[in-house]
RNA sequence: CGGGGCAUGGCGCAGUCUGGUAGCGCACCUGGUUUGGGACCAGGGGGUCGCAAGUUCGAAUCUUGCUGCCCCGACCA
């Protein structure tokens, strides 16, 4: 993409309203626009790492046996009357009629939908486990929106449900989802830990958030250091097998959040040296619920000893647009946004120092050229902006790797690569660089 | 929803106390000089001062009402 045909109105300045970082840098970016309180338009910056986040979730649910689906952003509420949480939800839910005055809403979940679905779709315990998921936009209309994109009214997220026979089927789907999570945020150059949450109306151990730890997360997180390091299961892991021991592994040492932190417990249980003080981000929760919606709703099955049953669901979420601020949230400087390779809207940002000469423009069409041909995302900065600001836009944007080339290089054959991470430079032929970038991806 | 604050060009701000018809920096346009980490000179365009009433000869400025946004708290992916 060369910058001249792209939309990306970077900002100097910050504009007031922002407070935390990633929001910060979202808005300088040119990532995202505030429409109204908690309600955003995503510019193609924006939108490119949010597509690549939605991506990564996307496959790594189909990978742990979840079909892909798409339940709409509006919701008839004589569901949720059906369930009893239309007078729950209470302020949260924004409510709106038709032109009939047929009473709607714009969900801020599908737990409701979803049933209705299975309750028309699941004949038999044979037709069972059924595990859907969808990545569709919510509307919850906080109290309080803050942080950007971060807690936003209207938001992005991937939500997966699992519909089982009974509570041992249950525990399968729900610990494909745990593993599932760990291999997600892993993907996403995130370090995610689960840790025990409230469970929900069934009790139990089966209810986790995921918290990705950030220096400048929202809330104080508490945990082992040996899961900050554990290692995290391979694509090649077995769904069909038995997960409980991968989870175990996670479930049995200590991590919390603010609110469940108990620090007699945590002394008790961690040896001083391991124990970790951090900050973290909740990006995604998991839960079983068993049949509280099922049981409302009427959505039954008849098992295998002919008894009708209540269907046994489970729900999983995870945030992809707030994933976006977490991400930035976890990885950036003062320069600017850090893109873990995996989720950058660009591979390689490619800076000519001197547009409008002759030689360093047709050096930097030749290696743009190139790296687009090797299949390399790359955003060539082709405009007649002076060195400085091309290269203070560029760390701004955070692309993973920068190629600089100007004429003073060319002169002795060479251009420069920039590793946005680690700051470090290096001085090669335009062919080396070509070859050492279309390597790395 | 309680408490606090803000609203003046695309962004950041001054001007408001003490009324006299709007200004600065950045960005933008033109010309020139520049050009490897946010250049300089000259010229230029752009604002119903959030909205509505009121006071006044005259309101960004004073009064009243409304709206929007931000921050702290309670709540949440």
């Given amino acids: 993409m060369k910058l001249s045909n792209y939309f990306m109105p970077t900002l100097r300045e910050t504009p007031k309203e922002a407070e935390i970082v990633s929001h910060r840098l979202m808005l300088r970016a040119g990532m995202v626009r505030q429409e ?74 599908n737990e409701e939908m979803i049933t209705d679905i299975c309750k028309m779709g699941i004949r038999s315990y044979r037709d069972m486990p059924v595990r859907l998921y969808h990545v569709q936009w919510k509307f919850r209309d906080e109290v309080r929106p803050r942080f950007g994109v971060m807690r936003g009214r209207e938001f992005l997220m991937k939500d997966a449900y699992s519909i089982d026979i009974d509570k041992e089927e249950a525990r399968k789907s729900y610990y ?29 151990d089966m209810s986790h958030e995921f918290v990705v730890l950030a220096d400048t997360g929202e809330s104080a997180v508490f945990c082992d250091r040996e899961l900050v390091d554990m290692a995290i299961p391979g694509n090649d892991v077995g769904y069909d097998d038995d997960l409980e021991k991968i989870a175990s592994e996670w479930t049995s040492r200590y991590a919390a959040t603010d609110e469940k932190h108990d620090e007699e417990k945590f002394a008790a249980e961690v040896p001083e040296e391991r124990r970790v003080t951090a900050r973290g981000i909740e990006v995604g929760h998991i839960f079983y619920f068993g049949t509280k919606y099922s049981a409302s709703m009427g959505a039954t099955v008849q098992n295998s000893s002919g008894e009708s049953v209540a269907l046994e669901m489970g729900s999983y979420g995870i945030g992809v647009s ?14 600017g946004i850090i893109w873990p390779a995996s989720v950058a809207p660009f591979d390689i940002g490619l800076i000519n120092l001197k547009a409008g000469d002759q030689e360093t423009d047709e050096a930097c069409n030749s290696l743009y050229q190139q790296l687009e041909n090797a299949g ?6 082709d405009t007649d902006e002076r060195a400085g600001g091309k290269f203070k836009n560029m760390d701004l944007i955070g692309l993973p790797w920068q190629l600089i080339v100007g004429p003073r290089g060319l002169k002795a ?19 080396a660089a070509i070859n050492m970038l279309t390597a790395k991806n």
């Fill in 176 to 204: 494909r989802q745990f593993v599932a999570y760990l291999r997600t945020f892993e993907r996403m150059g995130l370090k995610a830990i689960p840790m025990a949450a409230d469970s929900g109306p069934i009790g139990g």
């Fill in 413 to 431: 054959g060479e251009v420069e690569i920039k590793n946005r991470a680690s700051g470090e430079r290096e001085t090669l032929s335009p062919d």
């Fill in 36 to 109: 109204t309180s908690g309600i955003y338009s995503w510019l193609p910056l924006g939108f490119s790492v949010m597509k690549k986040i939605e991506q990564i979730v996307r496959e790594e649910q189909n990978r742990a046996g979840f079909v892909e689906m798409l339940m709409p952003t509006i919701q008839p509420a004589d569901l949720w009357k059906a369930s009893g949480r239309y007078d729950d939800y209470g302020k949260e839910m924004l409510r709106i009629s038709d032109r009939h005055d047929r009473e709607m809403l714009y969900g801020p979940t």
């Fill in 376 to 381: 390399v995302e790359t955003l060539y900065d």
């Fill in 322 to 335: 707030r994933l976006v601020a977490g991400i930035i949230e976890a990885s950036h400087d003062e320069a």
